[in-house]
């Protein structure tokens, strides 16, 4: 895959389509917290109220086209050092190194856009294994298993918590 082809910018309301085509993905969200969007109308309500309002959640465009999606959210007081990190991408481009290349990208910046942030966490399910290959790629760091630590889809999860330091050197 080209790398420039790939881009990341804010979710606009004309990524209606093309979000839905992706959010309707169980494969997609079998991993994130929200649900699969079942309709134009909810993708339309999720872009209005989720996705534009925050402030550093991006599409995933490939010739600017939303095909996925990460975030950073940051924590605040005396844990403003350290900000959770989200992604997904369309299972049509899974095994491209879309998702690699993309947080790359977002990586290379998001210590810039926040002043005093240190380190960004990633916390995965044990079976989720191409999300871990993912942010090993990018030079995260696998620190260890959270055994039943998080909630997701009605059950209590085995997650493995990553991170990756301002000091570190994206691979």
Same mark, same amino acid.
């Given at each position: 895959?080209? &790398?420039? *082809?790939? #881009?990341?910018?804010?979710?606009?309301? $004309?990524?209606?389509?093309?979000?839905? /085509?992706?959010?309707?993905? @169980?494969?997609?969200?079998?991993?994130?917290?929200?649900?699969?969007?079942?309709?134009?109308?909810?993708?339309?309500?999720?872009?209005?109220?989720?996705?534009?309002?925050? &402030?550093? *959640?991006? #599409?995933?465009?490939?010739?600017?086209? $939303?095909?996925?999606?990460?975030?950073? /959210?940051?924590?605040?007081? @005396?844990?403003?050092?350290?900000?959770?990190?989200?992604?997904?991408?369309?299972?049509?481009?899974?095994?491209?190194?879309?998702?690699?290349?993309?947080?790359?990208?977002?990586?290379?910046?998001?210590?810039?856009?926040?002043?005093?942030?240190?380190?960004?966490?990633?916390?995965?399910?044990?079976?989720?294994?191409?999300?871990?290959?993912?942010?090993?790629?990018?030079?995260?760091?696998?620190?260890?298993?959270?055994?039943?630590?998080?909630?997701?889809?009605?059950?209590?999860?085995?997650?493995?918590?990553?991170?990756?330091?301002?000091?570190?050197?994206?691979?």
């Amino acid at each position: 895959m080209d &790398p420039s *082809r790939i #881009s990341l910018r804010r979710f606009q309301l $004309s990524d209606v389509d093309d979000f839905l /085509k992706w959010a309707s993905d @169980d494969k997609v969200t079998r991993y994130l917290r929200w649900n699969t969007i079942t309709s134009r109308e909810e993708a339309l309500s999720y872009l209005e109220k989720v996705a534009i309002p925050q &402030p550093y *959640r991006r #599409s995933i465009c490939l010739d600017d086209r $939303s095909i996925g999606y990460f975030s950073i /959210k940051p924590e605040a007081g @005396d844990d403003k050092c350290r900000a959770h990190l989200g992604y997904a991408v369309s299972s049509e481009y899974w095994g491209q190194g879309i998702a690699t290349a993309a947080l790359k990208m977002a990586v290379s910046s998001v210590f810039k856009e926040f002043p005093g942030l240190v380190r960004l966490e990633a916390f995965v399910e044990v079976e989720n294994q191409g999300s871990q290959k993912v942010l090993e790629k990018v030079g995260f760091l696998k620190e260890g298993l959270l055994r039943k630590y998080g909630f997701c889809k009605g059950e209590i999860r085995d997650m493995i918590v990553y991170s990756f330091l301002s000091t570190d050197i994206i691979k």
